[in-house]
């Protein structure tokens, strides 16, 4: 089964800047858009960024991301607190006719 | 605002049937697509399919084709996911979720979750 793959872990302080990375393949992230989703502990799944860099409403512009080719990131500056969360990426994937999630990152504020 | 809520926790012996729904209010139900996923504990949310609220066309992962049905009642705005022979693998928190108007497969809306437990 294609998946997209994460670093399990990130961490920073404070006000720091952290980037996230997502690996895919030609058929997922290399062909087709991404999106961001923000899971804290006991929640439901949040969307926090749409066709590779676009923030919904509400989503502050500490959140950023690009893509290129086959794989795709997530920026957070200026780190808080309540951004310790799980962050997870996901592309629609055109030889299984899903959508496929990344592992997961589960970002810690020190 | 947007809302969707899930029916409640649900325990079943492998091999049974399950029906979860999802009653959607704060925009109009056909105009946005229906998602259904699911979430083991401890590992990433897997998408299972997702239903044309205003056409009724569904779509299943290969992973579910056969097993999973999805529907709707658009007089009460409402989508439902029903998974048959249920297995211990299935154990998972059950998630609705929107499609957004500008990425089909870009969810901006969830519902609470269904916890669903598969144990004899």
């Known amino acids: 089964q294609s998946v997209l793959t994460q670093p399990p872990s990130a961490s920073g302080t404070p006000g720091q800047r952290v980037t996230i990375s997502c690996s895919g393949s030609s058929s997922d992230i290399g062909s087709n858009t991404v999106n961001w989703y923000q899971q804290l502990p006991g929640t439901a799944p949040k969307l926090l960024i749409y066709?590779?860099?676009q923030r919904p409403s509400g989503v502050p512009d500490r959140f950023s991301a690009s893509k290129s080719g086959t794989s795709a990131s997530l920026a957070i500056s200026g780190l808080q607190s309540e951004d310790e969360a799980d962050y997870y990426c996901a592309a629609w994937d055109d030889s299984l006719n899903g959508v496929v999630f990344g592992g997961g990152t589960k970002l810690t504020v020190l | 605002q947007v809302q969707l809520v899930q029916s409640g926790a649900e325990v079943w012996k492998p091999g049974a049937s399950m029906n979860i729904s999802c009653k959607a209010s704060?925009?109009?139900?056909?105009?946005?697509?229906i998602h259904w996923l699911r979430q083991a504990p401890g590992q990433r949310p897997e998408w299972m399919g997702w239903?044309?609220?205003?056409?009724?066309?569904?779509k299943y992962s290969q992973k579910f084709q056969g097993r999973v049905t999805l529907s709707r009642d658009t007089s009460a705005s409402t989508a439902y996911m029903h998974l048959s022979s249920l297995r211990s693998e299935d154990t998972a928190v059950y998630y609705c979720?929107?499609?957004?108007?500008?990425?089909?497969?870009?969810?901006?809306?969830w519902g609470q979750g269904t916890m669903v437990t598969v144990s004899s």
């Open positions: 066709s590779d860099n």
């Open positions: 979720a929107r499609g957004t108007a500008y990425s089909l497969f870009a969810f901006d809306a």
């Open positions: 704060g925009y109009t139900f056909t105009r946005y697509t």
């Open positions: 239903v044309n609220t205003g056409k009724g066309e569904t």
